[in-house]
């Protein structure tokens, strides 16, 4: 989190630096919501309201890329640019100047949603309504008289016949061959055959700690331990502390892969292409090499519990590599990261960030292996999603039928509270798929569980 020191405000932090006179309103509200600050004792909040007061005339208002350099810089690289942050300052500082004029009857301060130009606006406008466009009413052209009763009721008809036979088409349409999941790309590469499907949702490996001290055991999440025969490892290497440690066999699904994969499996029931194959549900922990070679393999989940049976295959093919962190891919070409959010707000009107991803990999034997995943809980929401609905699929490279050599996309998913704001498509290309199931090895830098132990009580 950034530190909330002191930071030299716009224009030197006088009250008058924002006020050339030309607008004595919008001067007056300006140091009446510095005093409002000062007290509040916030620098970052101060330092970000000169900014927004001192670029309020300017004729393109700031960017979220320009608060975070210019208001939240501390030195760190590009790549972790405090953007999330810049939205979360921006959302306190507009409930308190919303706080601060709540009563005024003047004019009064506004920063809307959407939006980092700070304005005056006329408190006898709600505040939402400002600058909206006002519906005027039809023009009666000259010698038009009432409609009649009959006329109206006509038109009504003819408006609900026009409705029915429209929608009849559409649900026809629908059914047809062009909205079958067997038509799109990733899809389109399963079609045709006779094996089972095998829905693998991402899992991570949990074992016991019993701590010195005598309390009771607790369950431990370790980047180290991601199986048990890492555990069996790991007693080996440290025998003064194998005691404490007992294997227990627990795994943990979230609640938005299950969603996810029951989500992807009802689609696949519901497409004459796939209703009458074997169609399974089990964990990335289940997974064996005999599974991976007869049926064809679809991982739901977050990227970092996919698991060394499809990690170190999905590794050599793709671009892109999981951070330690595991909450941002980079693009191997170029060194981009792409971040995810990642925050836990209670206030549920904050807009969050993810990335969503989906592959697709040619088999070790014939078959076909996908990868519907995200970052985080809300990419996978919004992918599960995505990846059943045939219209938004057939974005992907226009034309492109079955999995060829394997291809891979990235998407940016915008969230608000529990609600998905729908993924625009960030990447979308080939993979390198020549030999990646001859003996996999993750590469070196690459390790998808590598993030400090976490720990569950």
């Known amino acids: 989190m950034p530190s909330d020191s002191p930071a030299a405000p716009p224009n030197g932090g006088r009250e008058d630096a924002v006020d050339d006179g030309s607008d004595t309103g919008f001067g007056v509200a300006v140091a009446r919501m510095r005093d409002a600050l000062e007290r509040s004792r916030s620098d970052k909040l101060l330092a970000l309201f000169d900014h927004l007061a001192a670029r309020a005339r300017d004729a393109a208002a700031p960017s979220e890329a320009q608060i975070a350099a210019e208001v939240f810089a501390d030195g760190r690289s590009a790549a972790h640019r405090p953007d999330a942050n810049v939205r979360v300052y921006v959302h306190r500082l507009r409930r308190l100047i919303e706080t601060e004029f709540a009563h005024e009857p003047g004019p009064r301060l506004h920063l809307p949603v959407g939006t980092y130009r700070l304005m005056l606006v006329d408190a006898a406008t ?18 038009t008289g009432p409609t009649r009763p009959w006329v109206i009721a006509l038109v009504a008809v003819l408006a609900v016949v026009a409705l029915v036979l429209g929608s009849a088409l559409v649900v026809r349409w629908q059914r047809g061959a062009g909205d079958r999941l067997d038509g ?47 555990l069996i490892i790991f007693q080996m290497l440290n025998p003064q502390t194998a005691s404490a440690v007992t294997d227990r066999d627990q795994h943990y699904v979230t609640s938005a892969t299950m969603t996810a994969a029951a989500t992807i499996r009802a689609a696949l029931l519901r497409d004459p292409a796939f209703a009458q194959r074997p169609i399974r549900l089990i964990a990335a922990s289940q997974l064996t090499p005999d599974v991976l070679k007869v049926s064809d ?18 590794t050599q093919a793709s671009g892109f590599r999981l951070d330690a962190g595991l909450d941002s891919l980079v693009d191997a070409q170029g060194g981009r990261p792409y971040h995810s959010d990642g925050l836990e707000l209670r206030d549920q009107r904050i807009a969050r960030r993810d990335y969503g991803y989906l592959a697709c990999l040619p088999g070790p034997a014939g078959n076909t292996v996908l990868v519907i995943a995200a970052l985080r809980d809300p990419g996978l929401r919004e992918m599960a999603d995505l990846a059943t609905d045939t219209g938004r699929l057939r974005g992907l490279r226009r034309g492109r039928i079955g999995c060829g050599g394997g291809f891979e996309a990235l998407f940016q998913v915008r969230t608000l509270g529990n609600a998905n704001l729908g993924a625009s498509l960030v990447v979308d290309r080939p993979t390198r798929s020549q030999g990646i199931w001859d003996n996999a090895a993750p590469a070196p830098e690459y390790h998808p569980i590598a993030a400090t132990a976490a720990q569950v009580h």
């Open 126 to 143: 709600p505040a939402q309504h400002q600058g909206a466009i006002t519906a005027q009413p039809p023009v009666v052209p000259p010698g």
């Open 184 to 230: 799109t790309a990733p899809w389109s590469a399963l079609a045709g055959a006779s094996r089972p499907i095998t829905v693998v949702m991402g899992d991570y490996y949990f074992f016991a700690e019993t701590p010195a001290s005598g309390m009771p055991a607790r369950l431990v999440w370790d980047r180290a331990v991601p199986t048990r025969e890492d």
């Open 297 to 314: 393999v679809v991982y739901v989940g977050q990227l970092s519990g996919i698991g060394a049976l499809l990690r170190d295959p999905l």
